[in-house]
Structure formats: structure tokens, C-alpha cells
């Protein structure tokens, strides 16, 4: 068996040979100069992400190819034309092309190629914020080192590497299982058991919640409470819509950290679908959607609820504040030893910091790494 050294070398020289070309970067120095058409290649089923991308980086898209579909592409309230690979070679020669498919992505390119369109303008749908193998090197190697030791399951190693790939190479990662086929709630040690009392940290429009709700209810079970937090004011408002058909959940317009205190937010109010995002206090910002909201953390918002409302699942998906989260709730964990399911992939040291911070406050969780959807985020860990 290789050692998790010499396979991270292997991913190295990948990285330092086979490099991609950042097509955010190349969008950005482009629009200063005269805007390039951006067209996106294949109309199926990761079209839709490669929208959500490309809108996540601020690159607008011009429209959309397939060699087979035709008509139009419908994405949120926008429309697309949907043109032939002839229609692109004659009025779109000097576009840029992201090909959203992974599954046939060199068949497209090598197509793309032996029809003469350009290779500087062909793109592969990749992370555009990848490190450098320097940077990885100086500033993450030893905690992916200690992560690889800490989990011993094949699959959650395995996620660790697709990690690396996708900071080194902006590749997507792996999936274990589809957000349709349960979300959170697919992996198979997660236990519902009868009277659960559910934390959704980072509860957006009650999307999660809802999904608890669906997988308690298909186990024949019943839940005792649910508490779910969402300090994005028009997220809360939608969560406040889409739950009011259930019973004994708190919404609570609010953020939890470690501590009360409060946070810099900005809201996704006009970017809808891409989440909200916790800002740096250091970080000054003109925007007017950038609001400062209250937080709490979870030990201090129970400390005067009886114990049978002590939280026994917490889900944390709090945009980069996990590990805050985890520091504040440390009470409930050491008390209760709640199951655990925590965003991992908001920042590169996610992988090693938050299992560490848990196993700080209390060592007998078992711990795994999951991957919902193929995709560049949604590796999600467990701790029960």
C-alpha cells in the first residue's frame, strides 16, 4: 500500500505538468479589453452546473452548444439559445468555450480541435481557484498528512486525495451518493432514531430541514424538535414560507459561532442559489447587500432549555464558520455526543481542523468523509 506521500507526489507532478488554465482569469483581463462571447458546450445535465459556476464567478454567459439539442436552455429566469457547433465555428470564432461535460469532455475538445477552433479559447469545467503545488506544500501538506492518519476507511482516504486534485487541479470530486437520493441524511451510519432533536445550522430556505423531516418520517419515526438557524434575511423569510406547514420547529434569524457576537454577512438576496457568505472583519466592502448580523453559539442558545431539547443531531453548513460552530457547541457535544454533520469544504484546511476540533472535545466519534453529487463542493463530515 503507497503512503499518502507518495501518492500526494504523484497529484504534484500532475499538477506542475498539466496545470489548467483559469478561464475566470482570462474572462476577468478580457472584459477590460472589449467583451469575449463565453459559450458554454453541451445542453445536459451538468449544463446546469456550469451555469451556476460561471454565474458563482461572475462570468456571464452568452449562450449555449449541443450537437444534438436545439431550441433553447432555460436557467432560473434566463434564457439561452441553444446554437450548433457550425453556428459556433461561423459567428462565435473568437469566444471563449467551457465544456460542461466531464464524461466526454476529450471527445468534445479533440472535436473542437480537429474542426479548428482555437485550443487557447477551449476550456475544461475546473475550480478556478486552484493553489499552486508551492503553496499547497507550505501551507497545508503536514494537516492532509495528519487528515490521511486520522481517517483510516478506504472511501474517507480516497476523498482526502479527490481533495487534493481538486485544490491542485480544480478537478471535481467523486460522489458517494446524489442530494435527490436523501442529501445529508444518504449516508448510511447516520442513525434516525425516535424524539430527534435536529440543529440546522445554516438552514437557508428549509431545504434541509424539510429533508430531515422526509428521511425521520420514512423510517416510520417522529422528531421532537427542530431549531434551525438562518441569519440571511431573505433566506429566512422563504424558510419561514416553506416550513410553515410543519410542526415544532424554531426558526431563528440568527448565526452561531463560538460566541454572541456579530458577524459580517453578505447577503445572497441578489444572487439567488449561491448561498450567503460569511465576510472577514478586516475586509471593507461598498456593497449594499453586506449586512453586520447577530450569532449566538449553540452551548449558549440550550443553556437554559431542559435536556430532552439538547440537540442530539447539529448539521453546520455555515460558509467557512464551521469550526467557530463546532468551539461554541462544545458543552452540548461533550454532554450529549450529538451526531455531527459538518460542511468540509469551504476552506482548504477544513479537512484536517474541523475532525481535529471534535476529536478535541470529545475523542470516541467515529469519523468519515462523504461526497454528495460530483461537483466541487459538498464533501461533507460525519461524526457519530
Request: overall charge neutral.
Amino acid at each position: 500500500m503507497k503512503s499518502f506521500k507518495e501518492l500526494y507526489k504523484k497529484i504534484e507532478q500532475e499538477a506542475l505538468k498539466n496545470r489548467p488554465r483559469n478561464l475566470a482569469a482570462d474572462f476577468g483581463k478580457n472584459r477590460g479589453g472589449g467583451k469575449r462571447p463565453l459559450i458554454l458546450y453541451g445542453a445536459g445535465g451538468n449544463c446546469e452546473f456550469a451555469m451556476f459556476t460561471c454565474l458563482w464567478y461572475g462570468m456571464e454567459v452568452t449562450g449555449v452548444c449541443d450537437s444534438i439539442v436545439t431550441g433553447t436552455y432555460r436557467y432560473k429566469n434566463q434564457t439561452y439559445e441553444i446554437i450548433s457547433p457550425d453556428e459556433l465555428f461561423k459567428n462565435y470564432s473568437n469566444a471563449f468555450v467551457l465544456i460542461t461535460s466531464w464524461q466526454f469532455e476529450q471527445e468534445i475538445r479533440d472535436f473542437l480541435r480537429t474542426s479548428g477552433f482555437p485550443d487557447t479559447q477551449i476550456y475544461l469545467l475546473r475550480n478556478p481557484n486552484t493553489l499552486t503545488p508551492k503553496i499547497f506544500r507550505e501551507n497545508y501538506l503536514a494537516g492532509y498528512q495528519r487528515a490521511y492518519k486520522l481517517f483510516t476507511d478506504v472511501r474517507s482516504r480516497q476523498r482526502i486525495l479527490d481533495k487534493v486534485r481538486f485544490l491542485l487541479l480544480g478537478e471535481p470530486c467523486t460522489p458517494d451518493s446524489v442530494y435527490i437520493e436523501g442529501g445529508y441524511f444518504a449516508f448510511p451510519d447516520i442513525a434516525l432514531r425516535k424524539n430527534e432533536v435536529y440543529v440546522d445550522g445554516g438552514a437557508y430556505i428549509g431545504d434541509t430541514a424539510e429533508e430531515f423531516i422526509i428521511s425521520m418520517k420514512e423510517k416510520g419515526k417522529d422528531y421532537r424538535h427542530i431549531y434551525s438557524f438562518e441569519p440571511d434575511p431573505s433566506n429566512y423569510k422563504r424558510a419561514v414560507q416553506n416550513l410553515s406547514g410543519y410542526e415544532r420547529i424554531d426558526l431563528i434569524p440568527c448565526g452561531i459561532s463560538s460566541r454572541k457576537t456579530e458577524l459580517r454577512f453578505a447577503s445572497s438576496r441578489e444572487t439567488e442559489g449561491l448561498g450567503s457568505h460569511m465576510m472577514p472583519n478586516d475586509i471593507s466592502s461598498n456593497n449594499s447587500e453586506t449586512l453586520t448580523i447577530p450569532a449566538t453559539s449553540l452551548d449558549q442558545f440550550f443553556a437554559d432549555k431542559p435536556k430532552s431539547l439538547w440537540p442530539t443531531i447539529i448539521k453546520i453548513d455555515i460558509e467557512g464558520g464551521e469550526k467557530e460552530a463546532l468551539i461554541g457547541a462544545q458543552n452540548i457535544i461533550k454532554a450529549q455526543k450529538p451526531q455531527l454533520i459538518v460542511c468540509a469544504y469551504h476552506k482548504p484546511e477544513d479537512i484536517y481542523e474541523l475532525p481535529e476540533t471534535i476529536l478535541k472535545i470529545r475523542d470516541d466519534y467515529r469519523l468519515s468523509l462523504w461526497q454528495i453529487g460530483q461537483s466541487f463542493w459538498d464533501l461533507i463530515l460525519y461524526a457519530v
